[in-house]
C-alpha cells in the first residue's frame, strides 16, 4: 500500500524557514516523480515544485524561486521542501503528490493531474 506522510509545518514569522518532509511507504522515490502543492484558504490548490526520478531535474513555479529548494534523501525515502524567506502569502496546506515512472525518467509537473499519490498535507501558517 503506498503512502505519502508529510511533516515539518508550523508557524513561523515573516522571513524564517521551515522544511517540510514527505515519506513514502509502500514504493521508493527513486523511481517516482514528486511534487509538493499548496492550497491557501479560499483557494484552488497549486503546484508549487517538482522533481524528477533522473537527478538534478527541477522544476520551480516563479513565486518560490529562489526562496524554496526541493531535494530527495534515497536512504531516507523521503523528499523534503526546504522554504526560506517565507512570506505571509506563502500560507496553506501543504501537500507531496507522487506518481511512479522507470529511473531516469524527466517527467515532472506542477500539474495535479499526473499524481495518483497524495499525502494528508501539512499546515504551514506565516504570520506576524
Known amino acids: 500500500q503506498v503512502q505519502l506522510v508529510e511533516s515539518g509545518g508550523g508557524l513561523v514569522q515573516p522571513g524564517e524557514s521551515l522544511r517540510l518532509a514527505c515519506a513514502a511507504s509502500?514504493?521508493?522515490?527513486?523511481?517516482?516523480?514528486v511534487a509538493w502543492f499548496r492550497q491557501a484558504p479560499g483557494r484552488e490548490r497549486e503546484g508549487v515544485v517538482c522533481?524528477?526520478?533522473?537527478?538534478?531535474?527541477?522544476y520551480y513555479v516563479d513565486d518560490v524561486k529562489g526562496r524554496f529548494t526541493i531535494s530527495r534523501d534515497k536512504a531516507k525515502n523521503t523528499v523534503y521542501l526546504q522554504m526560506n524567506s517565507l512570506k505571509p502569502e506563502d500560507t496553506a496546506v501543504y501537500y507531496c503528490?507522487?506518481?511512479?515512472?522507470?529511473?531516469?525518467?524527466?517527467?515532472?509537473?506542477?500539474?495535479?493531474?499526473?499524481?495518483?499519490?497524495w499525502g494528508q498535507g501539512t499546515q504551514v501558517t506565516v504570520s506576524s
Open positions: 522533481i524528477s526520478s533522473i537527478e538534478g531535474r527541477t
Open positions: 503528490a507522487a506518481e511512479k515512472h522507470y529511473a531516469g525518467s524527466p517527467f515532472c509537473s506542477t500539474h495535479q493531474g499526473p499524481y495518483s499519490y
Open positions: 509502500g514504493f521508493t522515490f527513486d523511481y517516482a516523480a
